[in-house]
């Protein structure tokens, strides 16, 4: 028919609108029209009136309608748009709105626009099945599970194992019982595998070609008197995870690095607590497909080093270590490295104090590092109480310069890390802070980016 678009309630909308109970608004450009109480009449035209040359009403058509309710609608049918047999006002089809009406035969081809859910529903004679319907906004978040591990858990990693399901690992405290694997089953996680450890710090899952790993960074000698870090291997025939090889030195954290020339690496984080010598070297274990085994690859002086954090820039990679604690002060440099000629080398020197995380995070096309510093600490002198309540900041790379500058600085309170998260356009940073040199009772902060 080539209509063009139309403006139906000015087609309808009687002279009289204002004692008819009918006003016109117009804000900015936009008008629309508002009905009081009293406006009870039903507002019809013909539909000749708009299909000129031809006597049929079209199979296909869309009606755009923008409605703001003040309150909820009567329980009565009532309708928003119709059409209707002219000679017999048999309904043909209908638009209601209000709570859900009942879909039976009589009712086929009415559309019921459900306000709360902003669904459109049409009947089918039978039941409402939805035409339009709004996907649901995350607006809070509820409890949904408890885990019940086997000690105090230090770490959880979750992975997927492709064609076998979602699990979860948690690092526990305690040997025995040691740490558990769990796996998602019918909408919750259930324990799969009890795995040996000793006082395990964290689990990093990794994949080498189709091999699939779990390595445990452990803290504590074990039964027999010896220090490892353990990786096991997924065995396709028995569906767990079995010991693959011992790592030395323990404690802290593995890191994997993907996609790129590195990415038969692994690094061991080394963070010696409750040892005398805290500057000692963390390790970069590489893939060895011929002896396939992890072998030494590079050492990196470290100082009581919490967190390695791994990223790339274009076609560069990156390792990022957080130095926390040298045995005498915290207020020391963490490291950036450069992966260059097969190994990591030194990019730039970040002061930090304490430094317990790194995040790396983008916005758009920006790459930032943000720094989780947990206290303020030098030798010989006393710990003040305000010495927890430091700035953690944020860095910015700045291509140029070829180098992170500082961004933002955050105050935060023993922060022990960072986790960044986006919501549609919306891009956040939480923080764990953990004591304020009073109490660890402490508010984390949520920050959102403007």
């Known amino acids: 028919t080539d209509l063009r678009p139309l403006d139906i309630l000015s087609e309808v909308v009687p002279a009289n609108g204002v004692s008819s109970g009918i006003r016109m608004l117009q804000v900015q450009g936009a008008r629309g029209f508002q009905f009081s109480a009293s406006a009870h009449q039903a507002l ?66 009415r559309l019921w626009f459900n306000a709360s859910r902003k669904g459109l529903y049409l009947c089918d004679g039978r039941a409402w099945v939805a035409v339009l319907e709004a996907r649901e906004r995350l607006d809070y978040v509820e409890e949904y599970q408890n885990l019940m591990t086997n000690s105090e858990t230090l770490g959880v990693e979750i992975f997927v194992i492709p064609k076998v399901g979602l699990f979860a690992a948690t690092a526990n ?189 983008r916005i758009g096309d920006r790459l930032f590092l943000a720094v989780a510093n947990s206290h303020r600490y030098g030798s010989g002198a006393e710990v003040p109480n305000n010495s927890y309540a430091i700035n953690s900041s944020i860095y910015e790379l700045h291509v140029p310069a070829q180098m992170f500058v500082k961004f933002q600085d955050l105050l ?3 922060a022990l890390d960072w986790e960044f998260f986006s919501v549609g356009e919306d891009y956040y940073l939480v923080v764990a802070n953990s004591f304020d040199g009073f109490t660890f009772s402490v508010d984390s902060v949520i920050y959102r980016y403007r």
């Open 173 to 361: 405290r305690h040997s025995p019982p040691g740490s558990a694997v769990y796996k998602w089953t019918n909408g919750k996680f259930l324990s799969y595998q009890n795995i040996l450890t000793s006082q395990a710090q964290s689990w990093c899952y990794f994949t080498i070609g189709n091999k699939i790993f779990l390595a445990v960074a452990n803290f504590e000698q074990n039964d027999r008197g010896q220090e490892f870090s353990i990786i096991y291997k997924w065995s396709r025939r028995t569906e767990t995870f079995l010991p693959y090889q011992r790592i030395a030195p323990v404690g802290g954290k593995f890191s994997r690095f993907p996609h790129t020339e590195a990415s038969n690496e692994v690094a061991v984080c080394c963070h010696p607590e409750g040892r005398d010598n805290h500057n000692i070297n963390s390790v970069i274990y590489r893939w060895n497909p011929r002896r396939r085994l992890f072998e030494a690859n590079q050492t990196i002086p470290t100082s009581g080093a919490y967190d390695w954090e791994f990223f790339t820039a274009g076609p560069y990679a990156f390792l990022v270590v957080a130095n926390t604690f040298n045995g005498t002060s915290t207020q020391i440099d963490s490291h950036i490295y450069l992966w260059l000629g097969g190994s990591f080398q030194l990019f730039q020197s970040i002061l930090t104090f304490g430094a317990a995380d790194w995040e790396v995070f």
């Open 44 to 109: 019809s035209f013909p539909a000749s009136q708009i299909f000129l040359y031809c006597d049929l009403f079209p199979e296909e058509f869309s009606i755009i309608i923008t409605l703001n309710v003040f309150s909820t609608p009567s329980k009565k049918m009532e309708y928003i748009f119709t059409v209707v047999r002219e000679e017999s006002h048999t309904e043909l089809v209908g638009v209601t709105l209000g709570p859900r009406p009942p879909c039976v035969e009589t009712e086929k081809a």
């Open 412 to 414: 935060t309170y023993s």
